[in-house]
């Protein structure tokens, strides 16, 4: 398209629409007094963008659409893998595309929750189900990433250290996401609740994957920054000598930020 067409501020932002959304375009073109009317544009704002030729714009919105879609599958690979040539496709992605960049984790994380409100929309079908969850497995790295620039435990009651979080799942995602992202079908793993341990120590860095047997998930799952270990222990339903081995253990693999065996504050080195 040619660089010599320049717009204020609102055209901008309407070109950037028009870039994503081809049908917009269209109809620009066709009746650049009505789109003005009914998109709430400016109608002289709206004739000037209509005097941009219509193959260079839809060429350019092709690429752009390329661009960030790329984008897009390097920040949700199994998502995107869920995603692809299904009907519900451009859907989905339609408030994705609209972004400029994905360059900071806050603006994956938001990205995350678009997509899962898209998604919470459409009928809740066996795949429907696991894309909701593959969605919110892969906006977890950027949560823990964003939470790396937390504040470190004080002293005391066991509690996850910033960067470090939880989940549990239907099904062993992780592994799923490996499939689908390799282009094979996800059927043939065993459902069932399945917990994993995510680890960021940086806000760019990669987000380590660990899957957790369910006592352990109880006993960090308990590990609230109030809870003596004791009382992590009576919680998690285990005797006080073993959790405290278990959460040891965690603390010499800096997941938790302390350890407190008797609410005395103690605090055990790494």
């Known amino acids: 398209m040619s660089t010599e067409h320049t717009f204020p501020a609102g055209g901008q932002a309407l070109l950037a629409r028009l870039l994503i959304d081809g049908s917009l375009a269209e109809e620009l073109h066709a009746d650049p007094d009505r789109f003005a ?25 092709s690429i752009t ?12 690979p199994g998502s995107a893998a869920l995603l692809r040539g299904t009907a519900e496709e451009e859907t989905v992605l339609r408030p994705v595309l609209g972004r400029r960049t ?60 910033p960067g470090v979080l939880l989940a549990t799942f239907d099904r062993p995602i992780a592994e799923i996401q490996r499939i689908v992202v390799a282009g094979r079908a996800a059927g043939s793993l065993p459902s069932g609740t399945t917990h994993y341990l995510l680890h960021a120590t940086s806000r760019s860095g990669p987000v380590r994957t660990y899957r957790l047997p369910s006592r352990l998930a109880d006993l960090l799952a308990a590990c609230d920054g109030v809870r003596t270990t004791r009382a992590v222990a009576h919680r998690a339903g285990l005797d006080t000598e073993t959790a405290e081995r278990g959460l040891r253990g965690m603390v010499a693999k800096g997941f938790l930020g302390g350890l407190d065996a008797n609410g005395s504050g103690t605090e055990l080195a790494r």
């Open 102 to 161: 994905l360059s900071r984790p806050e603006d994956s994380l938001a990205v995350g929750s678009e997509l899962a409100a898209a998604v919470a929309t459409l009928p809740s079908t066996a795949r429907i189900r696991l894309l909701r969850e593959m969605v919110a497995f892969e906006t977890l790295w950027y949560e823990a990433r964003v939470g790396t620039v937390g504040v470190e435990p004080p002293a005391g009651p066991p509690a996850l250290r």
């Open 65 to 76: 659409s390329l661009k960030r879609k790329a984008r897009f599958t390097a920040a949700f």
């Open 37 to 61: 009317r009914r998109h709430g544009t400016d109608p002289e704002l709206a004739r000037r963008l209509a005097a941009v030729p219509l193959p260079g714009l839809r060429l350019t919105a």
